[in-house]
């Protein structure tokens, strides 16, 4: 059996981290796995790295902060495979071209085009772990690219589908995908499984938990993503393809603090929905300053103060009794 193994950077944040995700790796391969890693950048290093660059000059070449971000995936590539080795288990670190990811021509937000995972598929036919570092590729012109930020998701999901793997196991710093947030809203309820298309509603409107693109890619691939807590026990979330009859109505309220908007997103975020969440909020004395909806979401801009009030109403009177139970 083939899984992808994705590592988010809090859960690399440090070298004791980073043992603990390598013993991860050890683990599924003492069952006999084949294991292919993808590491996000340690940490807040992606956020050190353009703050650098941006003391030096307000406006970095688009070019340039992509030479110097896909450092940091390969600071953590690197040292995956030095952790590896210590545990006795052979790997390569690998760059995003090294790894076959092919991009669009763009700087910054670009989408995967191609895999060509043959170097993969020798590392492991040679018994390696091959470690590739996540978020990067390489254009046509023969550039280094970035795929946006939190683009190792998407790294993740782009080679579980090229590999044709059975399992594409995302691990992260949250126990599994939520209503809401469950540190803004309490009565957040976990889901164990959701829907590709409500998770990919989820991710556009707000969700912080998987890089939209990589939904779209799993979407696309009909490839399950396992979203799994990193050091703490839990079945996670399952991301896959849920007949509409087990879909809930909602999957989930999410928020944009940019625009000020909360969103209401799930099969039956309709224009219904929308003028239901208007007179929920205008009840409430929230006033509704202006709505909009797209394909499974409805969304609504209210005061940046009354942001997360608006939120527990919305989650709590229209979304929870609504939701079926997950078994
Ligand atoms: N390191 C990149 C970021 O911080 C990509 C990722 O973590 O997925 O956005
Ligand atoms: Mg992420």
Redesign the pocket.
Known sequence: MLIVQKF??SSLADIERLRRAAEICRQARCREHDVVLVV?AMGDTTDRLIDMAQRISPRPSRRELDALMSTGEQQSAALMAIMLESLGIKAQSLTGWQAGILTEDKQGGADIRMVAPGRIQAALSRGLVPVVAGFQGFSSQGEISTLGR?G??TTAVALAAALEADSCRIY?DVDGIYTADPRLIGSAVKLERIDFRDMLSLARSGS????SKSVELALANEMDIQLLPAFQEGKGSLVCRMKDSERPVYAGVTRSLERSELSLAGKGADASALSSMVILLSKAGIAVTDGRLSEGCAAVKVAPAQLEDAMVLVHDKMLLGLLTPTK
Not at 208 to 211: E, G, K
Request: proline share 0%; hydrophobic share 20%; glycine share 28%.
């Open positions: 988010g950077g996000s939190g190792s998701d992260t912080q938990v998987l890089h």
